[in-house]
């Protein structure tokens, strides 16, 4: 993609040099955005993320943040439990700026040395998975991203995901660990509900490779109805039928397997989709006779 020189943008920092703050560091770059200090906990990392922009960039190591010029813009983009101690150390600068971390879990709150030394605080967190620096770059367009914090710091934050060409939304700093647990249930979660599903087609005497190529299809066609309709609409088979003798058989099955994570987990969701199928109207001695057995 090539880079539009039209306008030109903010002065940028990134401290973090891993996935996420790479494929930041490359796509703000690409939107004008001025890359000019890329911070890594090793140098060598930090200098091949610096390597993928298409301008000179000043690389240091963590361990050399006091050497920081100060930039309109600071992206901490570390692990989590880096966070607070890259803001004391950013504190100790002769500067005030504007400063975003990354993190889904953590509020603004955990820049509190900043925000008492006048900096802007607030945290920015893409709804993607970012497996691959490179592809997610290209990703950012069209994604969600949570911001919030300060007045400024917001304000700010939801520019940038602007000229990414994304979607913002905010919430109370409170709700960061409940916000970031839902990302969790549709992301890593539904990651690990899929390989029980590869588990137990490999009972059947699948190899996990094709049980994987098998079921991919049929997640993929949820994930489009999902974008379509509601979940009590797009739920279908067994618990939207309320299909009492298959539920039985199911259950019957997984004991003999002695699948218990995967018994557990048809449970457990078997009781979620019921209360979707009871929306849809469902008869209510069908819902009984199927939480009975569930239970």
């Known amino acids: 993609m090539k880079k539009n020189h039209s306008t030109q943008r903010p002065g940028l920092t990134i401290i973090g040099a891993g996935r996420l703050g790479t494929a930041l560091a490359i796509a ?11 911070v890594g906990r090793r140098l060598a990392k930090a200098r091949k993320s610096a390597a993928l922009l298409d301008v000179p960039v000043e690389v240091l190591a963590a ?10 813009l600071t992206i901490i983009a570390t692990p989590d439990d880096q966070i607070a101690s890259v803001s004391r150390e950013l504190a100790k600068l002769d500067a005030t700026s504007v400063v975003l971390h990354t993190s889904g879990a953590l509020s603004s709150a955990v820049l509190i040395e900043l925000a008492r030394k006048g900096w802007h605080t607030g945290s920015i967190h893409p709804l993607i998975s970012v497996s691959n620096s490179e592809s997610a770059a290209n990703e950012f367009e069209g994604s969600y991203w949570c911001v919030e914090g300060s007045r400024h710091a917001v304000r700010v934050g939801k520019e ?35 390989d029980v599903a590869i588990e137990m087609l490999t009972k059947c005497g ?24 509601d979940t009590s609409d797009a739920l279908t088979g067994t618990f939207a039928r309320g299909d009492v003798a298959t539920v039985q058989r ?13 018994e557990k987990l048809y449970r457990l969701l078997g009781l979620r989709s019921l209360k979707l199928s009871e929306q849809n109207g469902i008869d209510r001695e069908l819902v009984k006779r199927i939480t009975k057995e569930l239970t």
Not at 28 to 38: E, F, G, H, P
Not at 63 to 72: G, N, R, V
Not at 166 to 194: D, E, R
Not at 206 to 229: G, H, M, T, V, Y
């Open 206 to 229: 699948l190899k996990r490779s094709e049980a994987r190529r098998i079921l991919l299809p049929l997640f993929e066609s949820n994930s489009a109805n999902l974008k379509r309709s």
């Open 160 to 194: 940038l995901v602007r000229v990414l060409r994304g979607k913002s939304f905010s919430i109370s700093t409170s709700a960061k660990p409940l916000y970031h647990a839902s990302a969790v249930m549709s992301s890593g979660n539904v990651v690990a509900l899929f």
């Open 250 to 262: 199911h259950l019957e099955a997984l004991s003999k397997s002695r699948l218990k994570d995967a």
């Open 63 to 72: 361990k050399e943040i006091a050497k920081l010029q100060p930039s309109d």
């Open 28 to 38: 703000l770059s690409r939107r004008n955005y001025r890359v000019k200090t890329l």
